[in-house]
């Protein structure tokens, strides 16, 4: 029976979710999801028109279901034993801790990418005669936990200007090819150096245009930067920022994606409440919420007025 994968479409993580799914089964459907409540709504119609009845593992990943839609599930024999969620956000963790689903496998040591490479590793045939695969993993854990900086590990980085430049489908049928084929150590070939220069050199001229744009405003001692943009712009404008000493937190509205970004541009003052006070979610350093009429009101009056 075929496998279904609902997962973030945003980055290397959520697609490197759906990369594993397709190197280890033979038959793939996968989902892009674009946030918790894009998510909720293309959960609810596969439960509601019995769609999972025609697939043997139903995965989530990166991403957790509400609550409610957790508790539907738990209700649902037929889903139960053949749905899990991995995932690796702590505001998720506090939104189920008192509850006590099997399904759900979260961690927040690990991004999605790695938990489900060794789910997949300990439960099904996901053996590789090379070290490719466990090596793209490493690269995409390094990525999106942040720590590819502390490692100043480019490989690293490089891996989400390939998803800016293929886009989401063409990175995905990319990387299960090349992890497929190769059977020596992960490196980027000429082809893929390539597209790593052209899109660095596209994002530089787009972001020096982008961080004159920012508006500063500083409430409590903390300066907020606050821009409209590009969503793929989100994680290099603030790194950009990061050697501006007047920003402390970038908060970055992509219009394109629906989505804010919140982002500590200094490591250190958190954002997670930020998001989770217009209901979104995420890590404490980097967080989002839904770009709604809502929120973007009640933004603009606080950070752009
Ligand atoms: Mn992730």
């Known amino acids: 029976m075929p496998i279904k994968i609902f997962s973030h479409q945003a980055d290397p993580d959520g697609l490197g979710c759906i990369i594993l799914s397709k190197i280890c089964f033979e038959e793939v459907d996968y989902i892009f999801c674009k946030n918790f409540s894009d998510l909720d709504l293309k959960l609810n119609d596969f439960i509601n028109n019995e769609e999972y009845l025609n697939y043997g593992k139903i995965y989530i990943t990166d991403l957790c279901p509400s609550v409610n839609l957790l508790d539907k599930i738990n209700n649902n024999e037929n889903l139960v034993n053949k749905l899990l969620v991995i ?39 996901l053996i590789l005669p090379n070290k490719t695969l466990k090596e793209f993993v490493l690269l995409t854990n390094l990525h999106d936990t942040w720590k590819w900086k502390e490692e100043n590990n ?33 490196q980027y070939n000429e082809e893929e150096k390539n597209w790593i220069k052209e899109q660095l050199d596209e994002e530089q001229k787009y972001l020096n245009n982008l961080i004159k744009r920012v508006i500063y405003k500083k409430i409590d001692n903390i300066n907020y930067g606050t821009v409209y943009g590009l969503y793929d712009y989100r994680n290099s404008l603030s790194d950009k920022l990061s050697d501006h000493k007047s920003c402390d937190i970038l908060i970055f509205m992509a219009v394109d994606n629906e989505t804010v ?42 950070f752009l007025s």
């Open 87 to 125: 995932d690796h956000h702590i505001s998720n963790l506090e939104k189920i801790k008192d509850k006590e689903y099997h399904f759900i496998n979260i961690n927040l040591d690990k991004c999605a990418t790695s938990l489900l490479y060794e789910y997949l590793t300990r439960h099904h045939d």
């Open 154 to 186: 480019l490989d690293a980085y490089y891996l989400e200007t390939l998803l800016h430049k293929l886009g989401k489908v063409g990175y995905i049928n990319h990387f299960v090819d090349k992890l497929n084929l190769i059977s020596h150590h992960f």
């Open 261 to 302: 970004s919140f982002r500590s541009i200094n490591n250190e003052i958190e954002v997670k409440n930020m998001a989770k006070k217009l209901n979104g979610y995420g890590h404490k350093l980097a967080a989002a919420c839904d770009l709604n009429h809502e929120n973007e009101i009640k933004l603009i009056q606080k």
